[in-house]
């Protein structure tokens, strides 16, 4: 079994920064790739940035040039470096990780979800 926990999140201003963090323990033998997803209240779900053990990663269009999406493979730790953030950033992350468990199978599992609120 594997788990993932995150932090970071929090109240902040518009053009505030937050640093979110995803710590994954457990049963890993390897990590294919890591996500960061975000869902407001009434929307679903969705893919805000994604990055690869190979260093590739994607960003939704709404975050390019705001967010950065960065990880530590020694520590199966993913980061969202998240700037300029706008009050439409507000929704509750979840960080969602691909492994390869002992059995060599991949199984996504998803950390807890983190509230970012950007309020005045």
């Known amino acids: 079994q594997v788990q993932l926990v995150e932090s970071g999140g929090g109240l902040v201003q518009p053009g505030g920064s937050l640093r979110l963090s995803c710590a994954a323990s457990g049963s890993i033998f390897s990590i294919v790739s890591m996500y960061w997803y975000r869902q407001a209240p009434g929307n679903q779900r969705y893919v805000v940035a994604s990055?690869?053990?190979?260093?590739?990663?994607y960003y939704v269009d709404s975050v390019k040039g705001r967010f950065t999406i960065s990880r530590d493979n020694a520590k199966n730790t993913v980061y969202l470096q998240m700037n300029s953030l706008k009050p439409e950033d507000t929704a509750v992350y979840y960080c969602?990780?691909?492994?390869?468990?002992?059995?060599?199978?991949?199984?996504?599992?998803w950390g807890q979800g983190t509230q970012v609120t950007v309020s005045s």
């Open positions: 990055i690869t053990t190979s260093g590739s990663t």
């Open positions: 969602y990780f691909i492994v390869r468990d002992g059995s060599g199978s991949p199984r996504g599992y």
